[in-house]
């Protein structure tokens, strides 16, 4: 059996992250038994597992620190009960030290998009852009520091996410430059901005992270997938999720808007 063949049975059985999982098989000699146990001593084992009530909807979480030089790759399967409504209600402590990350997300229309060499080939095979709000929840004391290589080591998942209305992506030139130069507005409905940023901080044009998660996937034998959801990474920081806020996050460019919003109690 190959180490993706063991990663993903490992999964299947616990849950855990690919990270944990490799991590697991390469401290226990490939077997499969004592991973599942060393995971369980970790705590890193689910309480329970999910592929029994597993939905297709599927995201794929990427992290880059400021220099682009550290990157990983998270494909999570969402149940639906994870996934808010656009303008939905949540609770605010839904998790311990809970978050919130104003985000980019795109929807594969076709599996070919694995063997897309060039950005108008990416975008042929890419069906929406839209943007995306995920509430992550860190493992940390609210006195801790936090930065890149703890998020990854603490397998950090987004627990929570809603998705905006999609902007259909076209194949050419033109798009591709308008990509680059989305204004994203992340605010308060009472109109106070938390934050502007451009597009172009993913890699200076979303397609550039595409280009990237293809190719690692391609040697990962990772394959993608109609309708599958792919993150992108956050367009600016991360926020403490606040309760009784209501908040608004915007994308401005195509000479339109699409925008996504969550309240909290």
């Known amino acids: 059996m190959s180490s993706m063949e063991l990663i993903k049975k490992l ?8 990270v944990d ?25 689910k309480a329970q597992k999910k592929q ?31 996934v808010a409504k656009n303008d939905d209600f ?6 311990y030290r ?3 990350e104003p985000d980019m997300l795109v929807v594969i229309k076709s599996s070919e998009i694995m063997n897309a060499k060039s950005s108008l080939a990416i ?26 290589n703890m998020l990854v080591a603490s397998n950090m998942l987004a627990t929570k996410m809603v998705m905006g209305k999609g902007i259909k992506v076209e194949s050419n030139e033109e798009f591709l430059s308008q990509l680059a130069n989305i ?21 200076k044009n979303p397609i550039n992270v595409l280009k990237w998660l293809i190719n690692d996937f391609n040697e990962k034998g990772i394959k993608l997938k109609a309708n ?9 920081k991360l926020y403490p999720l606040q309760s009784g806020k209501s908040y608004l996050y915007t994308f401005k460019g195509f000479g339109q808007s699409s925008s996504v919003s969550i309240n909290t109690n």
């Open 11 to 18: 999964r299947d059985a616990t849950g855990s992250g690919i």
């Open 21 to 45: 999982c490799k991590k697991a098989l390469s401290e226990n000699n490939n077997d499969i038994d004592a991973s599942v146990k060393w995971l369980r001593e970790k705590g890193i084992l």
């Open 52 to 82: 029994d009530r597993e939905t297709n909807e599927g995201v794929v979480s990427f992290y880059n620190n400021e220099t682009y030089t550290d990157f990983t790759v998270c494909k999570i399967k969402c149940e639906t009960d994870f």
């Open 90 to 95: 949540i609770n605010s402590d839904f998790a």
């Open 98 to 100: 809970t978050f919130i």
């Open 123 to 148: 975008l042929a095979n890419l069906k929406t852009i839209h943007p995306f709000i995920e509430l992550p929840s860190l493992p940390f004391t609210k006195d801790t520091i936090v930065n890149g």
């Open 183 to 203: 204004k994203t507005i992340f605010k308060y409905k009472n109109g106070q901005i938390i934050q502007e940023a451009m597009s172009s901080n993913l890699m």
């Open 228 to 236: 599958d959801r792919i993150s992108l990474g956050s367009v600016g």
